[in-house]
Structures are given as structure tokens and as C-alpha cells.
């Protein structure tokens, strides 16, 4: 069955520092993946996505992933981080469920930013 | 992209009663899905409603307990039922566009006392 995973619960960076967050992969097929981030006492916004083609996506905020097939992974990178990325992101991965489109999350990584 | 709203933000409400949460899109969509998350977990998929037909319901939820309305491409809503503690969560709906991708709304924050 398919499945996404998030290995860190937590993870604290100062700020300025860079940042991976870590997201694994269990599919049989090729993976729609994609991240999103849940700011405090809002909804989630997606960052980014990967359907096909170039392995390395950009998206926004300054944040890109990389999707690595011989890993399953689909890790999501910022190379500065700023105090204002400190929220809740998730992966997520797009599988085809009966009739309808569907995404599974994983479990989520809170990330701290200290000054 | 699309801009979803909910209605409400969030409530208080006592245990038995039941809440009809509104999810508003500016612009027609064919799948909406209705997702909850509980405190400090993922999302986890209630059901999938696509206007015109009957919703589909996830593992674990049914309709007696989780009633969705899809009247029209722009609007639906979701009721929690005869609400104990365990409901309180946060509840959200999303669009669905090409390829798997889906938009999220601002979430209605539930709590039942």
C-alpha cells in the first residue's frame, strides 16, 4: 500500500542556517509528491510539486526538493532559513483512489527557528 | 490556484448537538474533499464530493455521522453529527485540480465540550 513518511518529528535551525526536511516514499508506480506548509492557525499552502521530468523542483518561499527514485525520497531543501518559515510542513504524495484523485499525508515536521 | 473560504473559523460546541461547516471556492471546481485533522496529527481524508453524485466516504467515516452537501461547482458543506469530545479537530476542505493537486482552505477549528 502506499505510503508517506516523515522520519523528524520535530527539527529546530537557527535562523540563517539551511534546512532539509526529509520525506520517504512507498509506491509501486511513479509518484505524484508534493509539500505543503501549515502556518500557525491557518490552512496549508502548497510549496511545491513533482509530477514528472526534472528531478529538482522549484517552488516558493525560496524552497525547492529533490525527487531521487533509487531512494524513494522526495526531500525538501531551503539553503537560508528565515524566522518566518517556522510552521508545520507536510508531504504528500497523489495516488489514483476508485474514481477520484487522492492524497495521502504523512505525518508532519514542526520546524523551530531560533534567532 | 483557487481562493477557498470556510465558514465558520471555529466554534465551541456542546456535545450531542451538530455543526454544518460551509466551504466556499471563487471559481468552479469538479472535486472538492473535506479533511480532518486532529490535534497535532496529519489530515486525514473524511470524503471526496463531487457535485452531481453521492459523496464518497473514507475508511472509518460514514454519512449518518458526516453528512456532505455538494449542491453546485463552487460550494459545499460538511456536518458533524451528534458531536462527542473526540470530534474536536480541525476540519478542512480542499479543491482538487489537475494531476492530484489540491488547494486547502483556512480550516474551521472545532471544539466540543
Known amino acids: 500500500a502506499q505510503s508517506v513518511t516523515q522520519p523528524d518529528i520535530h527539527i529546530t535551525v537557527s535562523e540563517g542556517a539551511s534546512l532539509e526536511l526529509r520525506c520517504n516514499y512507498s509506491?509501486?508506480?511513479?509518484?505524484?509528491l508534493f509539500w505543503y506548509v501549515q502556518s500557525p492557525g491557518q490552512g496549508l499552502q502548497l510549496l511545491l510539486k513533482?509530477?514528472?521530468?526534472?528531478?529538482l523542483v522549484q517552488g516558493i518561499k525560496g524552497f525547492e526538493a529533490e525527487f531521487k527514485r533509487s531512494q524513494s525520497s522526495f526531500n525538501l531543501r531551503k539553503p537560508s532559513v528565515h524566522w518566518s518559515d517556522a510552521a508545520e510542513y507536510f508531504c504528500?504524495?497523489?495516488?489514483?483512489?476508485?474514481?477520484?484523485?487522492?492524497?495521502?499525508f504523512g505525518k508532519g515536521t514542526l520546524l523551530t527557528v531560533n534567532p | 490556484s483557487a481562493v477557498i473560504s470556510q465558514k465558520p473559523s471555529r466554534d465551541i460546541c456542546q456535545r450531542g448537538t451538530s455543526l454544518t461547516i460551509q466551504c466556499q471556492v471563487d471559481?468552479?471546481?469538479?472535486?472538492m474533499f473535506w479533511y480532518r485533522q486532529q490535534p497535532g496529527q496529519s489530515l486525514t481524508l473524511i470524503a471526496t464530493?463531487?457535485?452531481?453524485?453521492?459523496?464518497?466516504?473514507e475508511s472509518g467515516f460514514v454519512i449518518d455521522k458526516f453528512p456532505i452537501s455538494r449542491p453546485n461547482l463552487t460550494f459545499s458543506t460538511l456536518t458533524v453529527s451528534n458531536m462527542s469530545p473526540e470530534d474536536s479537530s480541525i476540519y478542512l476542505c480542499?479543491?482538487?485540480?489537475?494531476?492530484?493537486?489540491?488547494?486547502f482552505g483556512p480550516g474551521t477549528r472545532l471544539t466540543v465540550t
Open positions: 480542499s479543491v482538487g485540480r489537475t494531476l492530484y493537486e489540491q488547494y
Open positions: 509506491y509501486g508506480a511513479t509518484p505524484y
Open positions: 513533482y509530477f514528472s521530468g526534472d528531478t
Open positions: 504528500a504524495f497523489g495516488y489514483s483512489g476508485g474514481s477520484n484523485y487522492k492524497l495521502t
Open positions: 471559481s468552479q471546481v469538479t472535486m
Open positions: 464530493a463531487n457535485q452531481g453524485s453521492e459523496a464518497t466516504y
